[in-house]
T-cell receptor, first 114, second 117 residues
Framework: DTEVTQTPKHLVMGMTNKKSLKCEQHMGHRAMYWYKQKAKKPPELMFVYSYEKLSINESVPSRFSPECPNSSLLNLHLHALQPEDSALYLC?????????????FGPGTRLTVL | AQKVTQAQTEISVVEKEDVTLDCVYETRDTTYYLFWYKQPPSGELVFLIRRNSFDEQNEISGRYSWNFQKSTSSFNFTITASQVVDSAVYFCALRFAGGTSYGKLTFGQGTILTVHP
């Protein structure tokens, strides 16, 4: 069983809706990641949090707003999304430190924007 | 710049056949890590292996084995006696071991493996 959990598994939203994706890990990791994956493509990094601080933002549009309220939780707030934002959103976590930071992924949230 | 190439877009085999998934990488870094992940239809990326650039020892884990060759910049993955449950997309990935690229994985395009009964 994965130790990174994501909710919800599926989400359908309209372009005017506000929704949030949640990710939780209980492995004691202090780095957490959001990826976006389109069909038949590899995951694309969106954000990285290290020690609850945003350390990497891959020029993601402001309609995606990440939040890391504590070391175990990672949220992705969604607002005014476009149909092209429909994708699988994956969360991952890892330790912080060279040589130990293998990323472990959650099951993902399949997002459909109508 | 880093690059990972998985030349095989799709592979189809019959159960019990052996299959090798190729991965070729490019990097100017002297210290890096290579990974393989499996993504079944459910969507989750499952970590399979991490290999350090200074460790060229091949590895075997049950039916899985990995051949790392720095001379050819390749990190190939072989499944022996394939099973239907091996059907998935397999990603090879590369990461620089430090600096400002810390934590960022460079993925290949993935290889779709289908194992038929």
């Amino acid at each position: 069983d994965t130790e990174v959990t994501q909710t919800p598994k599926h989400l359908v939203m309209g372009m005017t809706n506000k929704k949030s994706l949640k990710c939780e890990q209980h492995m004691g990791h202090r780095a957490m990641y959001w990826y976006k994956q389109k069909a038949k493509k590899p995951p694309e990094l969106m954000f990285v949090y290290s020690y609850e601080k945003l350390s990497i933002n891959e020029s993601v549009p402001s309609r995606f707003s990440p939040e890391c309220p504590n070391s175990s939780l990672l949220n992705l707030h969604l607002h005014a999304l476009q149909p092209e934002d429909s994708a699988l959103y994956l969360c991952a976590s890892s330790t912080v430190g060279v040589g130990t930071d293998t990323q472990y992924f959650g099951p993902g949230t399949r997002l459909t924007v109508l | 710049a880093q690059k990972v190439t998985q030349a095989q877009t799709e592979i189809s085999v019959v159960e019990k056949e052996d299959v090798t998934l190729d991965c070729v990488y490019e990097t100017r870094d002297t210290t890096y890590y290579l990974f393989w992940y499996k993504q079944p239809p459910s969507g989750e990326l499952v970590f399979l292996i991490r290999r350090n650039s200074f460790d060229e020892q091949n590895e075997i884990s049950g039916r899985y084995s990995w051949n790392f060759q720095k001379s050819t910049s390749s990190f190939n993955f072989t499944i022996t006696a394939s099973q239907v449950v091996d059907s998935a997309v397999y990603f090879c990935a590369l990461r620089f071991a430090g600096g400002t690229s810390y934590g960022k994985l460079t993925f290949g395009q993935g290889t779709i493996l289908t194992v038929h009964p």
